[in-house]
């Protein structure tokens, strides 16, 4: 078999042209959709990823305001520049980009975000809403992961999902919205003994490892849904996943690239998140 390969630019195209016209709405009642973006230090991969998020909030009608402070920046100023946030009414959504520079705390600079701002969803609160089900701003990697398997039309009730990893920002939220869609969920991680007995009986696979080769060929279910989360380069410097996509597509029923998988996804959902929130807040 070869596997159909689930498109994350396409979708992500689609899912902006909503964002667009809800932005569009939005304006129409007098409300500008605005995102904060944080970034401290000069770290340029955390660079890139901004500069693609401002402009993916010009391109669909969300003001994005780019706040970029020297890597030297004190704990008490950057949670001053939080606060000053969570007060602007212009401003509905905040994302502080990670890493920060060692000497800040990033769990309390994420805590000082107000809930209702929090669009990364990496908040206890945000947390706490998607662990007991109740409505609130979900993690954009794993909230775009689950649209990707939307697309492919495959229904979670009572199929058995794998995640490979348990970080809080992608593993663990990754798990949860794969429970409450009725899947069976289990969840491996670097612990996990033998990981291919749990992937070979997954109707979905979602692997977020950050290691090359993580998933090959002979640990996946013939058919079954392989999302790619992992961002690695390979010997010769090019991009790739955890997943060895030239074996597992030959077993794969769906599988996601890398690039043009995941990637344009979180920026989408992101965006997804940021209007969802300036539409709370606009009642
Ligand atoms: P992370 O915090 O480093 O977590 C990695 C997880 O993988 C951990 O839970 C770890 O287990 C587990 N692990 C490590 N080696 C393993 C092994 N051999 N077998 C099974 N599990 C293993 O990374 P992350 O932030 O979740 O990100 C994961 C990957 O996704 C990275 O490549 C990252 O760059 C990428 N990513 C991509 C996007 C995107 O938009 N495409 C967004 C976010 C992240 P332990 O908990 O036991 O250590």
Redesign the pocket.
């Known amino acids: 078999m070869t596997a159909r390969i689930i498109d994350g630019t396409a979708l992500s195209r689609h899912l902006r042209a909503g964002v667009g016209e809800r932005a569009a709405a939005l304006r129409a009642r007098g409300v500008i959709p605005g995102l904060a973006v944080v970034l401290v230090g000069d770290d340029p991969a955390s660079a890139v990823y901004v500069r693609n998020k401002v402009k993916a909030c010009e391109q669909h009608g969300i003001r994005s305001v780019l706040e970029t402070y020297p890597a030297t920046m004190t704990q008490a100023d950057l949670l001053a520049r939080v606060e000053a946030l969570n007060g602007d009414p212009a401003i509905h959504g905040i994302l502080v980009q990670m890493p920060l520079p060692r000497h800040l705390d990033a769990h309390a600079v994420i805590e000082a975000i107000a809930p209702a701002k929090d669009v990364d969803g990496f908040s206890v609160a945000s947390a706490g809403e998607l662990m007991t089900g109740l409505p609130g701003l979900r993690p954009a ?1 794993p909230a ?1 992961c689950m649209k990707l398997i939307e697309s492919t039309g495959t229904d979670l009730r009572g199929k058995h999902a794998v995640v ?4 809080n ?3 663990k939220p990754m798990a949860l919205l794969l429970l409450q869609a009725n899947a069976t969920v289990t969840v ?5 003994p033998d ?1 291919g007995t749990f992937t070979r009986q997954a109707d979905v696979v979602v692997a ?4 090359r080769g ?1 998933l090959r060929a002979d640990m996946v279910k013939p058919g079954a849904v392989v999302i790619d ?4 380069r390979d010997e010769g410097g090019k991009l790739c996943g ?1 997943v060895d996509f030239a074996g597992v597509s030959q077993v794969a029923g769906y599988i996601t690239p890398v690039p043009g998988g ?2 344009p ?2 920026i989408t959902m992101l965006l997804v998140n940021t209007l969802d929130a300036a539409e709370r807040a606009a009642g």
């Open positions: 990697t775009g490979i990893g348990r970080s920002t992608v593993g491996c991680h670097s612990a996990t990981l977020a490892v950050g290691r993580v989360v992992g961002i690695n955890d995941v990637g996804m979180t």
